[in-house]
């Protein structure tokens, strides 16, 4: 059972390319998320999907974009890249609004 | 504002020992809230949940209390391992435009020594 699968693991960017960051999950879940970490600030949510057709800003949302594509997928998409977007991001998804979480293995990305 | 506060401080305990984590929070009226470990490199693993009229729940040798008066949760290791090694994070729902999604604490890290 794959449960959530990140695409790419690693990828470096020049500032200003664009990229697209893939997420899927197998387990039929309602709900999706998208997280950076970063030394010292922990897991910062930047969107999420409560049920397909839905999505809703984080913390973090200025600079990101999501599409919630069906029910399996979510992909994140960085239109500008800046090197304060260097980070490790995670996708999550869960059942429900009130479930537990099961993340990907993230993506390390750096903006150079 | 929203805080969620953990012990950035790193614990160290001897094996053996019950190791005890800490999770405090501002301005939150949370329903339930969430454990998770990580481990470096990979993603967070959930751990345990409880809930608001939930005083206490255990799994195997994890203990979580809840607290909503002194809004703190406790989070127990019994009988720690090496192997339980990590970084441990606390969670809670934010309510938002479309129902709830997690905020996560910055987590405290675990070492575990022979």
């Known amino acids: 059972n794959a449960g959530v699968t990140q695409t790419p693991k690693f990828q470096v960017l020049k500032t200003g390319q664009s990229m697209t960051l893939q997420c899927a999950q197998d387990?039929?879940?309602?709900?999706m998320y998208w997280y950076r970490q970063d030394p010292g600030m922990g897991l910062r949510l930047i969107y999420y999907?409560?049920?397909?057709?839905?999505?809703d800003k984080g913390e973090v949302p200025n600079g990101y974009n999501v599409s919630r594509l069906n029910k399996r997928e979510f992909s994140l998409r960085l239109e500008s890249a800046a090197p304060s977007q260097t980070s490790v991001y995670f996708c999550?998804?869960?059942?429900?609004?009130?479930?537990?979480?099961?993340f990907g293995s993230g993506t390390q990305l750096s903006v150079l | 504002s929203q805080k969620i506060e953990q012990n950035s401080e790193a614990l160290n305990i001897q094996e053996g020992k019950t190791a005890t984590l800490t999770c405090n929070y501002t301005?939150?009226?949370?329903?339930?809230l969430q454990w998770y470990r990580q481990d470096p490199g990979r993603g967070p693993v959930f751990l345990l949940l409880?809930?608001?009229?939930?005083k206490e729940k255990r799994k195997e040798r994890l203990k979580v209390t809840f607290d909503t008066t002194l809004k703190q949760s406790l989070f127990h290791i019994t009988a720690s391992q090496p192997a339980d090694s990590a970084t441990y994070l606390c969670?809670?729902?934010?309510?938002?435009?479309?129902?709830?999604?997690?905020?996560f604490g910055k987590g405290t890290s675990l070492l575990v020594t022979p």
């Open positions: 999550a998804s869960s059942a429900g609004a009130i479930e537990k979480l099961f």
């Open positions: 387990m039929n879940h309602n709900s």
């Open positions: 999907s409560a049920s397909e057709g839905t999505t």
């Open positions: 301005n939150y009226s949370p329903a339930y």
């Open positions: 409880i809930r608001e009229n939930e």
């Open positions: 969670a809670l729902a934010l309510t938002t435009n479309s129902g709830y999604a997690l905020n």
